[in-house]
């Protein structure tokens, strides 16, 4: 064998090794290049690869689908800018494929080798390549076109595990964290309870669970929107990230609350109790920091809770009963250092149950009953009446409403209970009517519930209770607070507005005590003010109660609504009312609350003869 065949034959086997060395296609294509340049005395060298919608073609009959093109991939040395597949004279390359063409810009010889169903590479030399070199690199760039397409299909493997892998951690992270704030959920967080419970037992260490609710968060979203309402907590999900470290652990509860998972405090109480302390102080100044949403700014408080862990006598399901129920002490007591679970927590609970269940047991047994308070005018007609629920207790005698009130709207026991008071009322007035109303008597109020008014069914169980009884629509009165509006206001005064004009009239009860008295009135389609008795005791030694007396009454003359005074319990108040303009009462001066058998002999009285009292 001669020198030339020789040199032939070792620059196939360079050129063979250099395309094996690496399965990357880059890779691998970048030191063939350099073994290209190097070894026949190149200016430069380029590859140009076919590629399809889907990436690099692999096979040789992707290209009848008509969607390929062909890319630059790689140039040695590299350039800024490729150009010289556009420069070069690409008609002269494929009309000369066994011949280089001369550049005359670029003073090279272009020549142009296919890559077998995978692309091409263009030579530039300044010199001519010999026929029996190129003639040598057929079978190489065969090989070269096994080796792109091994790599190619190694590639989209890779690619393929990648997407797979990334796909298992995403369904791995939605399994284990909320979609809104991208904390913990609620049951990974119970995953990591339930070992740094364990531990905590078995090593007599305090472990601690604080839980963190928003307040009046439902408000907010109710008036301003859910957009708002998921900003505010996309932000403080993120503040409150900065706390997580190794030892604190961060998740969504619910809707508007969090809690935080300290594992291992120490042996000590006392020393745990100041890290948890601390602990809380941060929370604290990262909620209370304003939050920018919808070009406004928000500013939110938080009750907080949280429980111990560190005995056997506890489970992982009561540590987190616990802490729920000391944040929701926490909304009553406002403490800025956090609230701690008691046991007398529990029982305060578990007598509220028994309690509430001596409600139902109550509204089952007929043990509820109407007391009536006259309303009289300025020459002491009786105008009416307002309706007030009393519970004779079998056990306790009668109970005072401002305990089970509380506890029946708490619990929405006050739906079924509002409910039997308008149906009760309803009936009552028709027995009034059969025995024949005073001439200036106008109607007979009951106060109705926050609960009551968002019940879908609450105009159709008006209107029933009115109907059934068979009485004017004009005698029944309904009573609301302020603070009844702050929670769906379009909602409740559509309904107001509906009930209106069925004949039905609504008074504002305790106006001035509630939220943005003056803000709201305007929109309220009601026709009567009550003065809370808190302006009216003492009215005529308080100058601060009668001047805010005088601006309410100024007020429903301004409104065109009348106005009366609740709480009017002596002759000294009855005549500074009377003096500033107030011609219609409530209160002890007048008469106490009274049952219906009662009520209807006074009633009786003022239509025979115009009774006087003093």
């Not at 190097?38 to 073609?57: I, M």
């Not at 601390?278 to 100044?285: C, D, L, T």
């Not at 409910?419 to 200036?440: F, H, M, Q, S, Y």
């Not at 008469?591 to 009292?613: C, D, I, R, W, Y």
């Amino acid at each position: 064998m001669d020198d030339k065949a020789l040199s032939l034959i070792s620059l196939q086997h360079e050129f063979g090794m250099a395309i094996g060395c690496d399965s990357d296609l880059t890779v691998m294509l970048k030191i063939f290049l350099r073994v290209c340049l190097t070894r026949l005395d190149l200016t430069s060298v380029h590859v140009y690869l076919e590629k399809g919608a889907n990436g690099f073609l692999i096979k040789a009959t992707d290209k009848g689908n008509g969607h390929t093109k062909i890319e630059h991939f790689l140039s040695i040395p590299k350039r800024k800018e490729i150009s010289i597949y556009h420069q070069c004279d690409l008609l002269s390359l494929q009309e000369h494929r066994q011949q280089p063409v001369f550049n005359e810009q670029s003073n090279v010889n272009l020549y142009r080798l296919e890559i077998p169903n995978h692309g091409l590479l263009i030579f530039e030399s300044r010199y001519v390549i010999a026929e029996d070199i190129l003639k040598a690199l057929e079978p190489i760039l065969k090989k070269l076109a096994r080796a792109c397409y091994s790599s190619i299909i190694h590639g989209a493997l890779l690619q393929e595990i990648e997407v797979r892998k990334r796909a298992e951690r995403q369904i791995q992270f939605q399994a284990s964290h909320d979609g809104l704030t991208n904390l913990f959920n609620r049951a990974y967080f119970n995953g990591l309870l339930v070992p740094a419970f364990k531990e905590s037992i078995r090593t007599g260490s305090v472990g601690c669970c604080i839980q963190i609710g928003l307040d009046r968060f439902k408000t907010v979203t109710d008036t301003m929107g859910h957009a708002v309402g998921e900003t505010i907590l996309i932000t403080i999900a993120q503040r409150l990230q900065a706390l997580a470290r190794l030892d604190i652990n961060i998740a969504r509860l619910r809707e508007d609350e969090f809690i935080i998972l300290l594992p291992d405090l120490g042996l000590s109480k006392s020393f745990a109790q100041q890290r948890i302390v601390q602990v809380i102080e941060k929370i604290n100044r990262i909620v209370e920091q304003p939050i920018f949403a919808s070009d406004s700014s928000y500013k939110i408080n938080c009750s907080i809770g949280y429980s111990l862990f560190a005995t056997g006598s506890m489970s992982v399901s009561d540590v987190l009963k616990y802490a729920d129920i000391a944040m929701n002490e926490a909304r009553h007591q406002k403490p800025l250092i956090g609230v701690m679970f008691t046991r007398e927590m529990l029982k305060k609970i578990e007598n509220k149950a028994a309690y509430i269940n001596e409600i139902k047991q109550a509204l089952i047994g007929n043990e509820f009953e109407l007391y009536y308070q006259p309303q009289f005018d300025d020459e002491y007609n009786i105008i009416g009446a307002e309706a007030l629920l009393r519970w004779n207790n079998p056990n306790r005698g009668m109970e005072s409403p401002e305990q089970y009130i509380k506890i029946a709207e708490d619990s929405d026991l006050i739906v079924p209970i509002g409910k039997w008071v308008i149906e009760k009322t309803c009936r009552d007035i028709a027995t009034l009517v059969a025995n024949g109303l005073p001439e200036k008597f106008s109607k007979i109020s009951l106060n109705v519930s926050p609960k009551q008014l968002i019940q879908q069914d609450f105009k159709s169980t008006v209107i029933s209770a009115v109907q059934e009884a068979g009485i004017n629509p004009g005698l029944l009165g309904l009573e609301i607070t302020e603070n009844v509006l702050i929670d769906r206001f379009e909602y409740i005064i559509k309904i107001i507005n509906q009930l209106k004009q069925y004949g039905i009239e609504f008074s504002i009860d305790d106006f001035g005590t509630g939220y943005s008295s003056l803000a709201y009135l305007k929109h309220i389609p009601a026709t009567l003010i009550k003065i809370d008795r808190s302006f009216v005791i003492d009215v005529d030694k308080n100058p601060e109660n009668e001047a805010i007396v005088a601006m309410i009454l100024a007020l429903g003359k301004g409104f065109k609504m009348k106005v009366i005074a609740e709480g009017v319990s002596n002759k000294h108040e009855l005549a500074m009312l009377i003096k500033l303009g107030c011609i219609c009462f409530q209160g002890y001066q007048f008469g106490k609350p009274m049952p219906f058998s009662e009520f209807v002999e006074l009633v009786a009285s003022q239509n025979n003869t115009a009774q006087v009292l003093s």
